[in-house]
């Protein structure tokens, strides 16, 4: 057994939050503090799923000296590239009624805008679309002062799977991206050399699980601050499986006592309910360690790529 089931997400805030007052800084400390980077990320369910973007903020900002805070923006089940079809409006989250995403992106004030690069979209039909669209959004996102950020997403064990890499690659070279999050190729070594660690949770074959979450997490830390994901802590929050008595509960529970945290306030209902009824996992401290170590060799070889592809590319 690689996890151990916890305390629920409400115990695990409650504790977060006493040990933050316990440890608050003085005053004079706080008026100098560094203000949050405002990071906004835009994608599906392997985006949102297991509150990973409010998870990474958490991550930067208590173990990598990066105050962060994380904004949602999107819709579930559909790729980047369908913000840019003429008419679209059909957002879930993080795009008021009447804008486009690219409204959110210019007019947002972000630190960072993550764009989720999926290797079976951009290897699909609708391949050039994609492209384009992070081309697109590249250049938005730099146009209103961000810095734009390659998520690489595909979790498929398939040759299709490795040529998506080698394009979301291609892109970010060719958009002179900084910040790059080598997921997918991290999920491809634990493939690799440790086929009994499920990275996924069975039956759910299409979103990380509480491993898979955790390897992301570590690769996003480590892409984004620059340091190692070495020593971070060993748990991570999970979407449990909730069947309809479980939603029903939460459900009835979100409409008692709102969440007041801004992140999950901003979700849809069924995502707070979702939220709401997550798990604290404890990770085996051996397994924690390894994917540690997977997530900085895949953010390595990625910055190395990176360089000699460009490099290549100026030599043309």
């Known amino acids: 057994m690689h996890i151990k089931k916890g305390c629920s997400h409400a115990l695990a ?22 203000a949050p980077r405002r990071i906004l990320f835009a994608g599906s369910s392997s985006t949102y799923f297991n509150d990973m973007p409010l998870q990474v903020a958490e991550l930067l900002s208590a173990h990598a000296g990066m105050p962060a805070k994380a904004i949602l923006a999107g819709r579930s089940g559909s790729g980047i590239h369908v ?57 938005a996102a730099r146009d209103a002062g961000s810095e734009p950020v390659i998520y690489e ?28 999050v080598p997921c997918s190729s991290a999920w491809a070594r634990v493939y690799r050399e440790r086929p009994d660690l499920l990275l996924q949770d069975p039956p759910d074959t299409a979103h990380p699980g509480a491993l898979g979450c955790y390897l992301n997490l570590c690769c996003f830390v480590r892409a984004f601050s620059g ?6 802590p060993a748990t991570v929050r999970d979407w449990a499986p909730m069947d309809d008595a479980a939603k029903q509960r939460v459900g009835e529970e979100r409409k008692r006592n709102p969440p007041s945290d801004p992140y999950v306030k901003a979700l849809p209902g069924w995502m707070q309910t979702r939220s709401m009824g997550s798990e604290s ?34 030599e043309q």
């Open 227 to 232: 340091k190692s994901a070495e020593g971070l």
């Open 153 to 180: 997403m595909g979790w498929r064990r398939s040759d299709r799977e490795e040529l998506g890499r080698k394009k979301i690659l291609e892109a970010a070279v060719r958009n002179g991206v900084r910040v790059y």
């Open 83 to 139: 913000y840019l079809r003429d008419g679209y409006d059909d957002y879930e989250y993080g795009v008021p009624r009447g804008s486009t995403f690219l409204d959110v992106v210019r007019d947002g004030d972000f630190d960072y805008v993550v764009l989720m690069a999926v290797a079976q979209f951009i290897t699909g039909e609708d391949g050039e679309e994609h492209g384009a669209a992070i081309d697109t959004y590249c250049r």
């Open 13 to 34: 805030s409650a504790l977060l939050l006493s040990g933050l007052c316990i440890g608050s800084p003085s005053r004079a400390q706080a008026e100098v503090a560094v």
């Open 281 to 314: 996992i404890a990770i085996d401290p051996e397994v924690a360690a390894y994917l540690q170590q997977v997530a900085d060799q895949a953010c390595d070889d990625a910055e190395a790529a990176l360089k000699t592809k460009a490099k290549q590319q100026a």
